[in-house]
Nanobody, 127 residues
């Protein structure tokens, strides 16, 4: 089993920064592809950022490219999402997810490719 716990959300002003953390536990969690997704009220869950099992490859949604950075510390079984230059449109519940199976050191952008999800952490950006 794999468990994921997000933290670091909160209320910030536009232009501010937050760093989200996702602590994982369970076998393979430190060497599995990870992703961040977000869901705003009334909208579908959307891809934000993803990282390969080694951390060597990352990918971002166009809406956050250049502002957000995903990273991981496999020794700590933790993945991070550094969010800078936050906008009100970034307001959402942010979820981290893990895919247990990977066949190359790549990343995944589709939500249905992930196996376990955290409970989510609220990020609210005021104008």
């Amino acid at each position: 089993q794999v468990q994921l716990v997000e933290s670091g959300g909160g209320l910030v002003q536009a232009g501010g920064s937050l760093r989200l953390s996702c602590a994982t536990s369970g076998r393979t969690s430190s060497s599995s592809p990870m992703g961040w997704f977000r869901q705003a009220p009334g909208k579908e869950r959307e891809f934000v950022a993803a990282i390969s099992r080694s951390g060597g490859s990352t990918g971002y949604a166009d809406s956050v490219k250049g502002r957000f950075a995903i990273s991981r510390d496999n020794a700590k079984n933790t993945v991070y999402l550094q969010m800078n230059s936050l906008k009100p449109d970034d307001t959402a519940v942010y979820y981290c997810a893990v895919r247990l199976e990977s066949y190359s050191d790549g990343y995944y952008t589709r939500a249905n490719l992930y196996d376990y999800w955290g409970q989510g952490t609220q990020v609210t950006v005021s104008s």
